[in-house]
């Protein structure tokens, strides 16, 4: 009797991972600027929190930034995650930031694991190599050498240089009660809807990095732009 009573509950959890594993729906032109305002709040309280912020070091250094604001990450026997974010690269020649091009997250991964919430996801480009990853058409998160955790504090030096071998570096931050972050099995790819209605056209990652950037900037590109320049600094 008590596992027939449960069954309603499982059923409930079962269909909230059915629900996550669906495709992302088409981009909303009224939430893109949005969802750019936010990661750019997202990155900055990641820095500044004070005692497990990801380190100035860490960020002088990147070769490109993505945040996924508000990953909807679910797990009931099978995990799923879903989510939306922008990312920018470091241009090599001047070492400033480039316009934000708009990326979606995808996949899951099998295990045990009870439970859903909201999480904040930063993943820093260390090298040239896992700036070309990010570039490719879909990009497999959690692949060997390819994502590792990212030190944290103001004391991260020598965990720093253990992980330098990491093509990216992963900050999480949970809004709810999961045991861990897991991006084994998952994908980043171009929301290439959303780029249209922020540029007017569909674009890839590629060809927003490559292109002039539009003039004016949207209020929301000017501000991400300036909260790279404040966090993430070139120290060439």
Do not use: C
């Not at 604001?69 to 920018?88: D, R, T």
């Not at 709810?176 to 007017?200: E, H, I, M, P, T």
Request: neutral net charge.
């Amino acid at each position: 009797m008590l596992l027939l009573r449960n069954v309603p509950s499982l059923l409930a959890a079962s269909a909230t991972v059915l629900w996550l594993a669906q495709p992302l729906a088409a981009a909303d032109p009224k939430n893109e600027l949005e969802r750019l305002s936010k990661a750019a709040e997202t990155l900055s309280e990641l820095v500044q929190t004070p005692d497990d912020r990801i380190p100035e070091h860490i960020l002088q250094r990147a070769e490109g930034i993505v945040v996924i604001p508000n990953l909807i990450k679910g797990g009931f026997i099978v995990g799923a995650e879903n989510g939306k974010g922008v990312m920018s690269l470091r241009d090599s020649k001047t070492a400033g930031w480039s316009v934000p091009s708009f990326v979606a997250i995808t996949g899951g991964s099998v295990g045990w694991q009870i439970g859903a919430q909201s999480v904040d996801l930063v993943l820093v480009v260390m090298n040239k190599d896992g700036v070309n990853d990010l570039l490719s058409s879909e990009f497999k998160l959690g692949g060997e050498g390819s994502v590792a955790a990212g030190p944290v504090g103001r004391t991260a030096q020598a965990a720093t240089d253990a992980k330098m071998g990491a093509k990216i570096l992963a900050y999480s931050r949970a809004k709810g009660v999961f045991a861990g972050l897991s991006l084994q099995g998952s994908s980043l790819r171009d929301d290439k809807d959303a780029n249209k209605d922020v540029y007017g056209r569909e674009l890839s990652a590629r060809e927003v990095f490559a292109m002039t950037p539009p003039s004016p900037l949207p209020t929301e590109v000017s501000r991400w732009l300036q909260t790279l320049r404040t966090n993430a600094p070139a120290t060439r």
